[in-house]
Each structure stands twice: as structure tokens, then as C-alpha cells.
């Protein structure tokens, strides 16, 4: 039987995937300017956080 | 027929059964949708931008790692996501469309209502020979990209000429100067470029290659 367990470092990759494939589509039809130098850290601060979580989340269970 | 006990243990059977792989749902669906964009694309069907897919898809990514972190981790999905993010960036950093074919290519317009405002190349050489136009008064806009390969462009001696290039990995030839390196991004203009009549702008851009200009 598979066990399945919710995923903290899933849900805030995805989360963040949405946001900035959002932005890059935003910036595709026009309506917003796209800054790469926003898009970098923030990518980097969601996958550092979401790395963390899921981690600790291992670590506990 | 065999009979048991009160007591007697089933024996466990190994579920042979594969349980539902969010990762090879999503990544099969991403396949499928750019597998179907590019054959639409190719027949001219429908023109749809590379970076509008590849963006649309990182949403889809999102999405599938959201419902699916209610069955736990799925890191396979999160690496597509990282590497998609990567490229969409790269892409928006180089200004690319990620259009064009495969393989060597030469246009050598013979009039300036030959020349288009872009060329393209996934792979190969592009090789522009502009020697034969009479640019007109004014400036004009040129854009050639490739992904992995060479742009060679050919102009006459008659025009001011400055050369906007990025090149990712590679080595550049404008105007007599070479470079070579890592994340280039830089112009080059002839002398009394801004005092010209006639002036030709290159927007110039190379994944990983060769970018030369010779007048």
C-alpha cells in the first residue's frame, strides 16, 4: 500500500512556479515588464524555503 | 481447494500495481502540448511564441505541484520547473523568440524590400550578405539570433553601422575587434555612427557560438 503524506516544499515550488510563470506570461502579452533581477532572488528565496520546509518536514515524520 | 484455520496468516501478495505518477501525467501533457504547438507552428497553422508555451507550462507545473503536494513530494516536477524557469529567463535576458530551423542558412537579399526586419536559426549557421543593399536614408533595424551556432553578417562599406550582440557562451567578431567569454552583452558602432545618413543597427544575439561582422 502506498503512503502519501502532504508535501510543504511541493506546495510552495508550486506556488511559486504559478507566480512567476504568471509574471513571464505577463510580460509576453505586454502588460507588465518583467525585471530578471526580481525574478532570480525570488526564485531562489522560494526553492531555499521550500528545500527547508521539506526537510524539516522529513525530519519530523 | 485448501483450507485454513482460525488462526492462519494470509500471505501479503506484492502490489504489482504502479501508483499514479503526477510527474509522468504533467511532463506527458507538456510533451503532448509542445509536440502539438510545434507540428501547428510548422504548417503555419498557428504562430504562437516559444516563450508564451514554455511560460503557460511552468503555470501547468505550478498547478500539478499544488494538487499533487497532498500526496507527498514530487521532485521531479519541481526540477522541470527550475530548469523551465532557467531557460525562461535566459530567454528573456537574450530577447529570444526561440523560432527559426535547423541548419546552415544563407540569405543574400538583393534589394533593401528583400531584407526582413528578423532572421532566425535553432542550429547552424546563419549567414546574412547584405553587400549588395542601398540602405536608405535613416536607420535600419536588422535582428538575427541563433541558438547554437554562427551569425555571419556581410555589409557594405557605405553605411554607419552599430552592433548590439549578446552572446551567452562564445566569441564575437565586430568591426575588427574579437572578444571572447561567457555572458557578453555589448555594442559596437563605426565612427560618426550618430552623424550618419545612413545608418544600420544589428540586434545581434547567440546562445552559444560565433558572432561576426565584417563591412
Do not use: C, K
Not at chain 1, 510552495?12 to 512567476?20: D, N, P, S
Not at chain 2, 506484492?14 to 504548417?43: C, K, N, Q
Not at chain 2, 552583452?185 to 547567440?206: E, K, Y
Amino acid at each position: 500500500m502506498r503512503s502519501s503524506h502532504f508535501s510543504v516544499s511541493s506546495l510552495i515550488a508550486g506556488l511559486l512556479f504559478i507566480v512567476i510563470g504568471a509574471m513571464f506570461l505577463l510580460d509576453a502579452a505586454g502588460v507588465w515588464d518583467l525585471e530578471l533581477w526580481i525574478v532570480a532572488p525570488v526564485l531562489l528565496i522560494g526553492l531555499g524555503i521550500a528545500l527547508i520546509t521539506g526537510s524539516f518536514n522529513r525530519s519530523v515524520t | 481447494m485448501t483450507g485454513r484455520g482460525p488462526g492462519t496468516v494470509e500471505p501479503v501478495q506484492p502490489d504489482s500495481r504502479r501508483g499514479f505518477s503526477a510527474t509522468e501525467v504533467v511532463l506527458g501533457m507538456i510533451l503532448l502540448a509542445v509536440g502539438i504547438i510545434w507540428f501547428l507552428r510548422s504548417t503555419d497553422i498557428v504562430n504562437m511564441s516559444w516563450y508564451v508555451v514554455f511560460a503557460a507550462a511552468l503555470v501547468v507545473i505550478g498547478l500539478a505541484l499544488v494538487i499533487g503536494s497532498v500526496a507527498g513530494e514530487q521532485s521531479g516536477l519541481i526540477s522541470i520547473g527550475v530548469i523551465l524557469t532557467a531557460v525562461l529567463m535566459l530567454g528573456s535576458w537574450m530577447d529570444l523568440n526561440f523560432g527559426g530551423g535547423v541548419g546552415d542558412r544563407t540569405f543574400a537579399p538583393a534589394s533593401i524590400e528583400q531584407v526582413e526586419t528578423s532572421y532566425e536559426t535553432i542550429a547552424g549557421t546563419l549567414r546574412l550578405d547584405l553587400s549588395a543593399i542601398d540602405f536608405p536614408e535613416g536607420e535600419t533595424v536588422i535582428e538575427a539570433q541563433v541558438m547554437a551556432g554562427r551569425i555571419q553578417v556581410i555589409i557594405p562599406d557605405d553605411v554607419a553601422l552599430r552592433v548590439d550582440w549578446n552572446v551567452l557562451a562564445g566569441d564575437v567578431e565586430v568591426l575588427g575587434q574579437q572578444r571572447a567569454g561567457v555572458v557578453l552583452d555589448d555594442s559596437d558602432a563605426s565612427p560618426g555612427f550618430d552623424d550618419a545618413s545612413q545608418r544600420l543597427i544589428l540586434n545581434l544575439r547567440v546562445l552559444a557560438g560565433q558572432i561576426e561582422v565584417y563591412q
